[in-house]
């Protein structure tokens, strides 16, 4: 990828198609690195589970509140909105802890310093508030989140859980969750038709993200891989 070359975020619905094309092989990329379940043993699946969970049980309403201080269109807020009051009215963080009691893979200190450094990243990234960027970004991790949910499940039931709710209904929900943050991106795409993002601007949040991802895998952080 040529990370000089500006793109033009003008109101094109080709333009999304193209950036969820890119997001798609991200994700793709992704799931094809996991490792067999399988053959992973029990210590290892637990640490799976609880570096997830350090990641998302007390960051993705941050990183989506965040989105929604960085969008400008109403219509992008009112997705966004939506997205939010389903997390909090529902208590996803609380159905996630359910989850992870139940496959005795509570995170500990090991855990969250585990995924630390890369999650700063993120968080920093999602500081700057830039509307476009972020909504790529998000609409990236709703879509992984999806996909990634049927071996989250595998995993826990190797561990000898047998509940699945929240797997079970981000496996559902955070299709149509993606789908409206495509929405979203494209209207805060038009409302910046002005403008123009570099490749490097763009997708540096799902490539922070791509890095924290991998963290949750490895159980080491992108830093420590590179050093």
């Not at 403008?195 to 997708?203: G, N």
Request: glycine content about 4%; some cysteine.
């Amino acid at each position: 990828m040529n990370c000089t070359t500006s793109v033009s975020v003008a109101p094109s619905r080709a333009q999304t198609d193209s950036i969820k094309a890119y997001l798609e092989g991200v994700t793709n990329s992704l799931l094809a690195s996991l490792p067999d379940a399988a053959n992973l043993s029990p210590s290892e699946r637990r640490g799976i589970i609880a570096r997830y969970t350090a990641v998302l049980e007390g960051n993705f309403i941050y990183w989506m509140t965040g989105a929604y201080l960085a969008a400008r269109s109403e219509e992008a807020r009112s997705i966004i909105t939506d997205n939010l009051l389903e997390e909090v009215r529902d208590s996803h963080p609380a159905m996630l802890r359910r989850f992870v009691v139940a496959a005795d893979a509570l995170p500990t200190d090991t855990d969250a310093i585990a995924v630390a450094p890369d999650l700063n990243g993120v968080r920093l990234f999602i500081g700057r508030l830039s509307p476009v960027p972020i909504l790529v970004t998000m609409a990236f991790f709703e879509s992984w989140i999806q996909r990634f949910m049927a071996y989250l499940e595998e995993l826990a039931m190797r561990q000898g859980s047998f509940e699945n709710e929240y797997t079970q209904v981000h496996g559902v929900c955070d299709i149509a969750h993606s789908e409206g943050l495509f929405h979203a991106l494209q209207a805060e795409m038009a409302r910046a038709s002005d403008s123009h993002e570099s490749e490097r601007s763009l997708y540096e949040g799902v490539h922070l993200l791509r890095a924290l991802i991998e963290s949750i895998f490895t159980g080491r952080s992108s830093m420590a891989l590179a050093a």
